[in-house]
């Protein structure tokens, strides 16, 4: 502020100097105030032009994504590379990590519908596929030993082919690609035989509440073999990652003195 303007200003706080004086200095001293404010206040359209860019700029990195993976099939970005971090981002920001701002509900839409891995560990359908590419190309077939986890994720494949409740289906894309390295879609005797039975029951306890199958019976027996499998009793062999899950599902009771 001017020295003669700091003197009027002062002359206008004792009470003296002209009316026309202190007109003049209210208003100055109202234009200050008025400038501060909107040069303290965020100007709205440069806000919305940031958030725009910023959508902007996410739209260019989600579509490098979309390329990527057309490209590669699968999410494996290596690093250091903006794309790799990119990704880390939008785990944080799913997350509600502090001072990451929060992906909108069409961002999320997109996303999921590439099956993107939320979890930085997380094995997606197109990584278990090509580690069944390299066991093809390697040895000729797709016999995968049953203590394999490729030997449970064929199992999961031939399920959700034929349909199973509680497996998403197939889609065009990933059946073809089965078919491309000839993949044995006819379950396997011990398959049907084990889904046949878990499938019973199931619809045991749909009608029982319970699963207190009758002593002696073929559930019976097929139960307790379960339990065989799941210690590691020898002449059984183990039951797979999935076989648990689907059992853990209807509260399956891995200790048959506890069941009531």
């Known amino acids: 502020m001017r020295c003669s303007h700091l003197l009027s200003l002062i002359l206008l706080q004792l009470g003296l100097g002209t009316a026309f004086q202190q007109r003049r200095i209210a208003n100055s001293v109202a234009f200050t105030r008025t400038d501060e404010r909107v040069l303290q206040r965020p100007s709205t359209c440069l806000w919305q032009a940031n958030r725009v860019d910023r959508q902007t700029a996410w739209n260019d990195k989600y579509q490098e994504l979309v390329d990527f993976y057309e490209k590669n099939g699968h999410f494996t970005v290596k690093k250091p590379s903006s794309l790799y971090t990119w990704i880390a981002t939008q785990r944080r920001k799913r997350r509600g990590t502090e001072g990451c701002i929060p992906h909108t509900d069409e961002q999320t839409r997109l996303l999921d519908e590439i099956e993107f891995p ?66 044995p879609w006819v379950m396997t005797p011990y398959e049907t035989r084990w889904d046949a039975m878990y499938q019973e029951l199931v619809e045991f306890k749909k009608k029982h509440g319970h699963l207190r199958a009758k002593y002696g019976s073929s559930l019976y027996v097929w139960q307790t073999v379960q339990r065989r499998k799941r210690n590691g009793m020898k002449r059984y062999s183990p039951l797979t990652d999935d076989q648990v899950r689907l059992l853990d599902d209807i509260d399956f009771q891995w200790d048959a003195n506890r069941e009531t």
Do not use: A, C
């Open 118 to 183: 939320w979890g930085s560990g997380e094995i997606t359908w197109n990584d278990k596929y090509q580690e069944l590419v390299e066991f093809h190309k390697k040895n000729g077939h797709l016999r995968v030993g049953r203590n394999s986890s490729l030997y449970d994720w064929q199992r999961i494949q031939r399920r959700k082919n034929n349909g199973m409740k509680g497996y998403s289906p197939l889609t065009d894309d990933q059946v073809r690609l089965l078919d491309e390295i000839d993949f």
